[in-house]
């Protein structure tokens, strides 16, 4: 059943895309957590999945593994929205957040520095995303990393080692 919904919500047209659709809301609605799992797991199943509402709503569920896999939807989807509402929720969800941030790559390396430059994240939160920020990797991440390096030097060994694991070559200018 769910690779046909994910044909008729991603790939169909008209009415019946609009079916599955409310196909998809029913079983949000549902009382029965592997029924709003599957929807969890339909909308990760495509990137840049613009059914935000959705996802945002299965973020809020009371099942942890409905939350962990609207959190991945919300990663896939690169949604900015859905981005901070993932920062949004470190400190409550913090190892499910990681994954999803990643997925997204470049498009939260913003929403980290914010999160790192802030007052709210603790020390050991901070390591964390620094170390996420060298696991994506890329010349955004490089920079960010720059940045911290000069803005937080208590963080330097950390930084050093996310710049060492993304494979940082200095460059001149």
């Known amino acids: 059943m769910q690779a046909a919904l994910i044909g008729l919500f991603f790939y169909g047209s008209g009415e019946s895309q609009e079916t599955a659709e409310l196909i998809l ?6 009382q029965n957590a592997e029924e709003r799992m599957s929807v969890a797991e339909i909308l990760s199943s495509q990137e840049n999945c613009s ?29 900015e929205l859905l981005l901070q509402e993932l920062m949004n929720r470190i400190d409550t969800d913090e190892i499910e957040i990681i994954q999803p941030l990643f997925i997204a790559g470049e498009l939260s390396l913003p929403f980290i520095l914010t999160y790192i430059t802030g007052t709210k994240a603790t020390r050991f939160q901070k390591e964390k995303l620094i170390l996420l920020c060298g696991r994506i990797g890329g010349g955004k991440a490089h920079k960010i990393l720059l940045t911290l390096l000069t803005s937080h030097p208590e963080e330097y060994v950390t930084v050093i080692k996310a710049m060492y694991r993304s494979n940082y070559i200095p460059r001149p200018e």
């Open 25 to 30: 809301m029913k079983m949000i609605l549902s």
């Open 51 to 79: 059914e935000i509402v959705m996802i945002h709503q299965l973020m809020n569920d009371d099942s942890p593994g409905v939350r962990k896999a609207a959190f991945l939807a919300a990663g896939k989807s690169g949604n």
